[in-house]
């Protein structure tokens, strides 16, 4: 993993330099995974909500759906308005908004206002993932964006993936409101952590590019379609499985909510292996060869679900979540890769690049977990749920298969290999 250990230009190499390094990881890390974290920790309280507020499971899902638009529409607004105000006053903003919305759910008293509580507290929370990103561009040459995300991304799943076990856990044994009351205590050490020791990393702005250009350029071409199209479909396995898996746990199956949650855990952990794996074979193979190994272990795993399913034995969260790791490993190949191709596509406009990519991912997200969840809480088999995902694992491959011209992806992978190649000349 040396390749993504770099450091940004001009980082000291004693001990101080080091422990700036690690603690700029850190605050990385947290940023863009306080978002995510606060999503998951609440889906294994879903039923109990819904029963709490005597409301169907699919308004109750909606904790979790308008979340996620609110991630998406975050993203819209949050980047821009750190290039031009930078990235701290920005961040602290939005972790703010975060630590006040947080309370807000703990006191609501009515399922709408917890989901507009919800709403807010993404908004506010989403600002770290995308400025994390952003100072991410500002640190380190663009070679190593790449590398150093998928690092950062593969230390967060270690918390997120204990995310909904977590907050199984404190359900059951506090009730439901606990889960806020960490959340908030959590956003508020990382907004404090963030005020004390995060320096403004934004450059002289350039108005040479127009965001309405950099869109344009994008849109015109099949490749950067491609890409997101198949990171994008490859992130809806997840949002899909992740909708309908507690009802199929805890309400076809009649497990409680924190034997959810540990199943749960394991798909992330699956998807943290794939990352490893990712980055370890990514200087040894081309970007096209390793998304279409992504692929191929989806589109196995999840038929394999789909047969199971249909064989009837599946019933149990073993087989479920066992093949589902399957399809994880696979995911995280498809999206490290898919992202990676996209901003490779056109890499002055990275930014915008990577802000679509996270609108679309999160906004077509939201509708996906709605369909996941009612896919979950209106059917007795794990079929409809199975189904809908080895769909998507077929429409993400056609995507890569039809949309990526062949020369644009050759670009794309000799772009790395050469990125790759100036990187083992200067260790």
Request: proline share 4%; charged share 10%; hydrophobic share 55%.
């Amino acid at each position: 993993m040396h390749g993504a250990m770099g450091k940004p230009p001009g980082a000291a190499t004693d001990k101080h330099g080091l422990a700036q390094s690690r603690l700029m990881l850190l605050m990385l890390v947290l940023m863009t995974g306080v978002a995510p974290i606060s999503l998951y920790m609440l889906v294994p309280a879903l039923p109990v909500l819904a029963e709490t507020f005597q409301s169907d499971i699919s308004v109750a899902q909606m904790t979790v759906s308008l979340y996620m638009v609110g991630i998406a529409c975050s993203q819209l607004v949050m980047g821009p308005l750190s290039d031009k105000f930078g990235r701290r006053p920005v961040l602290l903003a939005g972790l703010t908004l975060m630590v006040a919305a947080s309370i807000g759910c703990s006191l609501a008293h009515t399922l709408p206002q917890l989901i507009a509580a919800r709403f807010l507290q993404a908004l506010g929370g989403a600002s770290g993932m995308v400025i994390s990103r952003a100072i991410i561009r500002d640190l380190y040459p663009r070679e190593r964006v790449g590398a150093m995300f998928s690092l950062v991304i593969a230390v967060m799943m270690v918390a997120q993936m204990l995310s909904a076990l977590a907050g199984g856990l404190l359900e059951i044994t506090f009730g439901w409101r606990a889960i806020f009351y960490f959340i908030t205590a959590a956003s508020l050490g990382v907004a404090v952590l963030i005020a004390i020791a995060l320096p403004e990393t934004r450059g002289e702005r350039s108005e040479s590019n127009s965001f309405r250009g950099d869109v344009g350029s994008l849109l015109r071409s099949r490749a950067f379609i491609g890409y997101v199209l198949c990171q994008s479909l490859a992130s809806q396995i997840i949002f899909t499985f992740a909708g309908g898996g507690p009802y199929i746990v805890v309400t076809q199956m009649g497990r409680t909510t924190a034997e959810y949650g540990a199943w749960f855990a394991t798909t992330g952990f699956a998807y943290l292996v794939g990352n490893i794996f990712c980055v370890r074979f990514a200087p040894h193979h081309s970007l096209a060869r390793l998304i279409w190994f992504g692929l191929a272990l989806q589109l196995g795993g999840s038929l394999l679900n789909l047969v199971w399913s249909f064989a009837g034995i599946n019933q149990a969260p073993g087989w479920l979540f066992g093949t589902q790791m399957i399809v994880m490993v696979g995911n995280a190949f498809v999206m490290a890769n898919a992202f990676a191709g996209a901003v490779s596509v056109r890499p002055e406009a990275a930014g915008t690049a990577s802000g679509a990519m996270g609108f679309m991912q999160q906004g077509v997200g939201a509708l996906v977990s709605q369909f996941g969840a009612y896919l979950g809480g209106h059917s007795t088999t794990t079929l409809p749920l199975t189904a809908a995902v080895f769909a998507l694992s077929i429409a993400c491959a056609s995507a890569m298969f039809f949309l990526v011209p062949r020369r644009d992806a050759v670009v794309s992978e000799k772009l790395i290999e050469k990125a790759e190649e100036e990187e083992s000349g200067m260790m």
